[in-house]
């Protein structure tokens, strides 16, 4: 089975820093990857995905991505912290078989220093 | 945003009773599934829907069952609640690879479910 690992369940940056957020996934083939983020109180959206095009990913609110298959990650950058990036943020791997399913790391929890 | 509506969103409820919690879409995806989300754990798939009367098992399925008669609702049950299943539960939906696939889960806002 399809797995993802995020290294380090909180974060905390300075505002106007980098956010680096990790995450590592277990598959010989490359597999779909996407990182969501969590706000407070809310349900989970889609920041960015990777689907076998270009390695570099792009996403919403300054986000990208690199998949490095010889790391097998896919770590989430941002080159300068907001306030409003705090929150809880999942990667998450799709199933070789069923591509439509997906499982989620433990999540990392990003707090921004003021 | 996506038309998904958990019922409750809340609920206390006590050992050994049953509980429904709904999904509701109004977007005619075809995948639906729900999720539990525990702290330190993630989000971990309990149960999914790949059409009308079409379920499979998650990875946590023990204890859950679901059920899926209409494209738009999808049902989790616990037949008698443990304090264990205490959690948020999220339901989502998604498009197919073969149609309209993008990738994304959409997801409700959660239902918060306690038992005593």
């Known amino acids: 089975a399809q797995s993802v690992t995020q290294l380090g369940s909180h974060v905390s940056v300075s505002e106007g820093a980098l956010v680096l957020l990790r995450c590592n996934y277990s598959?010989?083939?490359?597999?779909?990857l996407f990182w969501y983020v969590q706000y407070p109180n809310q349900g989970l959206q889609l920041l960015l995905k990777?689907?076998?095009?270009?390695?570099l990913v792009k996403g919403i609110n300054g986000f990208e991505a690199e998949f490095k298959k010889s790391e097998t990650s896919f770590h989430l950058t941002k080159p300068s912290a907001h306030m409003s990036d705090a929150a809880e943020y999942f990667c998450?791997?799709?199933?070789?078989?069923?591509?439509?399913?997906?499982?989620f790391g433990t999540g990392t929890r990003l707090t921004i220093i003021p | 945003d996506a038309g998904i509506t958990q019922s409750p969103r809340h609920k206390v409820t006590e050992t050994g009773t049953p509980v429904t919690l709904r999904c509701h879409q109004t977007e005619n995806h075809r995948y639906m599934y729900w999720y539990r989300q525990d702290p330190g754990h993630g989000l971990r798939l309990i149960h999914y829907s790949y059409g009308v009367k079409d379920t499979d098992k998650g990875e946590v399925s023990d204890g859950y069952s679901v059920s899926r008669s209409k494209t738009e609702d999808f049902l989790l049950t616990l037949e008698s609640a443990t304090s264990s299943q205490t959690s948020v539960y999220f339901c989502?939906?998604?498009?197919?690879?073969?149609?309209?696939?993008?990738?994304?889960?959409?997801f409700g806002e959660g239902s918060r479910l306690t038992v005593l």
């Open positions: 598959s010989s083939v490359p597999p779909y």
């Open positions: 990777y689907t076998s095009a270009a390695t």
């Open positions: 998450a791997v799709s199933d070789q078989i069923l591509v439509e399913k997906l499982t």
């Open positions: 989502a939906i998604s498009e197919s690879r073969a149609t309209r696939w993008a990738g994304e889960l959409f």
